[in-house]
């Protein structure tokens, strides 16, 4: 198994009705650069908004996963992106042309084929991997609902079922390796009890379903009257229970179908970490909504740790951006372009650095005899890093200028003197939203933080 970051070769679209809204859309998947990670875009809307797959940006978790930025929303992404995990694809803008993705047959097969036909290619980067250290858990008090990862040297997924149901007995389903999901999990399909259907058809849901991409569990007595009516709702004759408590509109393609799509689901889920687990999931009645709650705290923990860790850095390989790669997205020239380096750059975080010169103008006076790198330069400094950060995101950087408007909780550990190498990392605390960027970034000197500090800054075109 190749530890290389992947895309897909080309482009490759797909189209079917999304099973809440019944709007029709169609999805382009495309390949992308690496680093540049999952993300949606909505191309039926003005300027073609971009929604990161993030955990911290789910608005909805009601039979679904909506993703929401700015107040546009991508409704029931869980399929697309357990599909795009199966497929161990790090970079994929998905391009898509209405606010639901498609049901299709109510699984993830449609999605995973699609993108083995577009062709799964390495790139150059090597994956990110999150590896667990300890054992992560969250429960659900109110409904028993638990979820909790311990170590692995792999991503494992356990999923146990409970519903008390005399029909849809208790169900168990195990992923070992990431490599069983297209042909174990990826056509297992959604499914819902009969007795959920008037509620959700009462709440405007399913006008996308027809019976054909949902297992319909019947756990409750239904007259001949009832029947036909359903018929009559999902434009269907000969609607039947089967022996197996099931509505005979389709065939289990599993015995723990079930099972295994609530697998599917958690996998989907917890693709908004945002990187590669090593970590074996045990979920215990799991759903989305207690799913997106535990991906959120998984990639809480996650960021804090990376905070607090100082950047290893190997100095013997070329720079991400050099200086004069630097000029050309920030406006600083000398003498105020401190920052020498950038050496990782994600969508959530970069790495930069600063080395620091003897011949430097403010050591004449900052302190004759005894020079110190001034407090307000190491900021300055790191803010100019969060700055390429920040005109990252926009096509044309060049054409743009980034302004500080607060600095928070600035804190200095040690002195800087000529000679040192500041590592400077900076973590978005929150999505970059309407050009507002908000940063936590520490500066290391041989490990040990030297600044640290919360910095807002907000980009404008140039007049």
Known sequence: MSNKQKTIKQSISISGVGLHTGVKSTITFTPAKEDFGIKFQRTDLE???????DANLVSQTNRGTT???????IHTTEHILAAITGAQIDNLLIEIDACETPILDGSAIGFTKILNKAGIVNQKKDKNYYEIKRKISYKDELTGSELIIIPSDKFMVSVEIDYNSSTLTKQEATLENICEFENNFSSSRTFCFLHELEGLLGNNLIKGGDLNNAIVIVDKEINEKELTGLAKTFNKENIAIQEKGILNNLELRFENEPARHKLLDVIGDIALVGKNIKGHIIAKKPGHTINVAFAKKIKKIMTEEIKNTFPEIDFNKKPLYDKEKIKSILPHRKPFLFIDEIRELESDYIVGVKFVNKDEEYFKGHFPGEPVMPGVLQLETMA????????STVDNPEDYLTFFMKIDNAKFKRKVTPGDTIIFRLNLISPIRRGLCHMHGKGFVDGKIVVEGDLLAQIAPKK
């Open 384 to 391: 100019q890093v969060g700055g390429v950060l920040i005109l």
């Open 67 to 73: 993703l929401k930025k700015n107040g546009v929303s």
């Open 47 to 53: 300027n073609k908004p971009i929604i990161e797959a």
